[in-house]
């Protein structure tokens, strides 16, 4: 493959004709903001954190769905793009019921990870509040739509790697949501070969391993009168 | 069907028509017919029949002639006489036009349409030549008035090379609202390596209020096939797809016949007009979203899938329908071709103003006396458009703004009413020319509620792939909801202001990146009308109800803040 020459931030770098902006920039160990991106998986260029300024033209540009092209001057963390981005990190915490303090992930967040990198410590905008269910039918998995930050990576692993396209979007704008099959509880979809991906590549707590989510956790006691009774009393039941 | 079995057709059907004393032309589009004008063909046919008058008068069924709002609309053709219109026709009228105009020669004054009109002399029919003049469920009616004539010249005469430097020279943009110079579009596509290419008529038409493309696919659908045949031709295409909003069932229809009809005559098809050159085109219909007005949302729901769009580039003339080469337009701009063909770039620029020829379409609303589709030369004046095409503002009020592009474009205030209607104009002002919506509005209307208006309509349409305009929208229409309830502070009024900027800078499709527009045109030009509903808490256009108060001043002691979506309590007086 050719390789092509350009500027990022000033410096001078090459990389091969065909790839993205955002896997050369990745190559060139520069930290870029992502939330849609998976790499293995297809780009879609929606969360729109991964925007840079080029040279020469008004727009911004996602670097995941812009290939290098020769002679590209880019710019990667301007104060303007640093700004959008923690823009877009609040218009996602105020979009659905992100309180990280009762989330499974919490710690091992995508979307809390970002926002604390990117200088996002509150919230403008006003909470949106939406009232979202949760689908509890599979027997290995749990969905929980307040969590979903719509970045399709669930689809698109579901679709593009494991071949069976469970997952699929209904409704439009800010009322999208993530289905299964056709809009059926999970745990009812004839396709759902039950593999875990989407699970995996989920950047939030939106998809988790059923008995991990909060509130699934249950303590047992019974342990305590078992050994008191066995040392007081050598009685061990072993039945 | 060859060029000469297509002159005899016209020449029959010039002479069919001739042999009518008289014929009586009644609209039979969308705006007509839902104010009654089938009752009236009816009422004129029985009155012929009653008359024994069916031999030499015929009852025409056309599209549509313009004054929408006077309505149903009847025009009186007698050969060697101008044309008389009349307006707000019912079957009573009707009857009388057959018993006195038709019999007796006496136009029936009350209803007619003065011919000297400004509404009708100041307009330019080129697309719409045939719109109101024509059956458009009569093949034989087009082509009697030169229809695929420009097909069968561009077959024989013109190289594919041709035809698209002709269109580059007549410079003519596309009518889709964004304005990219037609030719070299089609041109492009012409040289993208493919083994199969698709042509796209974009009849989306998504913008609310506006219906030009429903009115050319209504009254003249050969217009629209001819040009697409003929872009097909020039851009190595077979196949082309028309894609129709599901809101139109009769241009659907029309179109689907018409197809049918061409076909069986050899216009579309096989061998077109007995040439090497085959095309066929199919009508797919819409299921109303407006975001498959933008190209690569409307070819995703062409292949089936999700109306939404994908970053570009690729544009579609090299990766489009199914990764083929595909020319998508708008269904305004493939009606312009027919007549560039025919009349030669040069007439066509001789039009408009330098950057923009031709003509264009626009579809009148508001607060104006007379609302309708119009056609008028490119450079018109916006005061000629309103005060003379319109016939000005009823009830004294006076003219406010005029919004122009729908929710992608702005508003333009009275200042500005001498500005020439073109691309670059309009653009400068902060608005744009869009597909032809033109709105206008009295003192009464507040700009700061029509900004409402269309972010609303902005975040209902948002198809919710990017989070800018997903949740950006929402957050500004929260915010115009408390500008326009009494609410707001004006830290709300930053806030709005920096999220204008956010989601035109950011979102992925032209719906979000335009989204903004007519928040930032009417702040740059009603900045203090927003204010007052701050500062005063008082609409100044008396149209918002202001009975609401900031969160903040509920308590003075704490300080609340809004939240959750929280309202605060009505004022108490
Ligand atoms: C949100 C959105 C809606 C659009 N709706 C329409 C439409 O209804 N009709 C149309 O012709 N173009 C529409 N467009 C523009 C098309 O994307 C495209 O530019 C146009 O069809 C190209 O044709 P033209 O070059 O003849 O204008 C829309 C664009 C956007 C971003
Ligand atoms: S469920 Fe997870 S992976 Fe799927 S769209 Fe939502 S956040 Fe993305
Ligand atoms: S800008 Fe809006 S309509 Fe366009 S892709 Fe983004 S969410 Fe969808």
């Given amino acids: 493959m050719p390789v092509v020459t350009l500027t990022v931030n000033d410096e001078l770098v090459s990389g091969q004709s065909g790839q993205s902006l955002l896997s050369l920039l990745k190559e060139l160990g520069i930290e870029m903001p992502t939330l849609c991106h998976l790499e293995g998986l297809s780009d879609r260029g929606g969360c729109r954190l991964c925007m840079v300024e080029l040279q020469g033209s008004k727009r911004l540009f996602a670097a995941c769905v812009t290939p290098v092209q020769e002679g590209m001057v880019v710019y990667t963390h301007t104060e303007r793009l640093n700004n959008y981005r923690r823009m877009i990190l609040e218009l996602l915490f105020a979009e659905r019921n992100h309180v990280c303090a009762v989330c499974v992930q919490n710690g091992h967040c995508e979307l809390q990870t970002q926002a604390a990198k990117n200088g996002m410590d509150s919230v403008r905008y006003d909470y949106l509040v939406p009232d979202l269910p949760m689908d509890a039918s599979h027997e290995r998995y749990v969905l929980d739509h307040n969590r979903c930050i719509l970045c399709t990576r669930c689809v698109r692993v579901c679709d593009e790697i494991e071949g069976a396209h469970v997952w699929d979007l209904m409704g439009r704008g800010v009322n999208s949501r993530v289905i299964a099959g056709l809009n059926q509880p999970w745990g009812d979809s004839d396709s759902c070969t039950k593999c875990g991906k989407c699970v995996q590549v989920c950047p939030t707590g939106a998809l988790t391993l059923r008995g991990s989510t909060v509130a699934e956790m249950e303590k047992q006691h019974d342990f305590l009168k078992w050994i008191l009774t066995g040392r007081e009393k050598k009685q061990w039941d072993y039945s | ?573």
């Fill in chain 2, 1 to 573: 069907m060859n060029r000469v079995e297509l002159q005899n057709m016209a020449q029959a059907e010039t002479e069919r028509q001739n042999a009518f004393r008289c014929r009586l032309l009644c609209c039979a589009s969308t705006p007509c017919l839902s104010s009654g004008s089938t009752a009236v063909s009816e009422a004129m046919k029985q009155a012929l029949t009653d008359g024994n008058l069916d031999a030499e008068v015929e009852v025409v069924a056309t599209g549509c002639m313009g004054p929408c709002s006077r309505g149903p609309l009847v025009t009186v053709k007698m050969p060697g006489q101008e044309d008389v219109v009349y307006e707000k026709v019912t079957p009573e009228v009707a009857k009388e036009i057959v018993a006195k105009h038709v019999t007796q020669s006496k136009p029936v004054s009350e209803n007619v349409l003065p011919a000297d009109m400004p509404f009708f002399v100041k307009q330019k029919k080129v697309v719409l030549a045939n719109s109101g003049q024509i059956d458009p469920e009569r093949l034989e009616d087009y082509v009697a008035r030169g229809g695929y004539a420009a097909l069968a010249h561009a077959l024989r005469e013109m190289t594919p090379e041709e035809v698209c430097a002709t269109l580059t020279k007549s410079g003519l943009r596309g009518r889709g609202g964004a304005g990219y110079p037609t030719g070299i579009k089609w041109d492009l596509v012409r040289k993208s390596e493919g083994d199969k290419k698709y042509v796209v008529a974009n009849g989306d038409e998504g913008d609310p209020g506006a219906y030009m493309d429903r009115t050319m696919m209504e009254s003249d659908p050969h217009r629209l096939l001819e040009g697409m045949a003929i872009a097909g031709y020039a851009v190595g295409a077979d196949q082309g797809y028309l894609y129709v909003r599901g809101e139109y069932p009769i241009a659907a229809q029309r179109l689907q016949r018409a197809i049918r009809a061409a076909e069986r005559r050899g216009l579309l098809g096989s061998r077109v007009l007995e040439s090497n050159f085959n095309f066929r085109i199919d009508v797919r219909i819409g299921a109303g979203a407006f975001v498959c007005g933008e190209e690569t949302a409307l070819m995703a729901s062409i292949m089936g899938r999700r109306g939404q769009p994908v970053p570009r580039p690729p544009y579609p003339s090299e990766r489009g329908l199914w990764g083929k080469p595909t020319l998508i337009n708008n269904v305004e701009t493939y009606g312009s071709i027919a007549p560039i063909i025919l009349n030669g770039p040069e007439w066509f620029s001789g039009i408009g103003t330098e950057k923009s020829k031709g003509t264009k379409i626009f579809a009148l609303a508001g607060n104006i006396d007379t609302t309708g589709l119009i056609e008028v030369p490119m450079g018109i004046t916006l005061r000629e458009i309103v005060y003379d095409i319109a016939n000005g503002i009823p009830d004294g009020y006076a003219f406010k703004a005029a919004q122009t592009g729908g929710p992608s474009g702005g508003c333009i205030p009275s200042q500005f009413l001498d500005t020439p209607v073109d691309y670059e104009s309009l653009g400068a002002l902060g608005s744009i020319m869009g597909s032809g919506g033109l709105v206008v509005m009295d003192e009464r209307s507040c700009m700061a509620d029509v900004a409402k208006y269309f972010i609303e309509f902005c975040m209902d349409e948002s198809c919710g792939k990017c989070v800018p305009c997903r949740v950006g929208t929402v957050q500004m229409h929260r915010l115009l909801e408390r500008i326009t309830d009494g609410s707001a502070t004006f830290e709300d009024l930053e806030t709005l202001e920096e999220l204008c900027v956010l989601v035109r800078d950011t979102s992925l499709c032209g719906l979000g990146q335009n989204a903004p527009n007519p928040v930032i045109s009417t702040l740059r030009y009603f900045r203090e009308e927003y204010e007052a509903h701050i500062k005063e808490r008082r609409c100044p256009a008396g149209a918002c109800e202001m009975n609401r108060i900031p969160v903040q001043e509920l308590n003075t002691n704490s300080r609340v803040y809004s939240q959750n979506g929280a309202q605060a309590e009505p004022a108490q007086a």
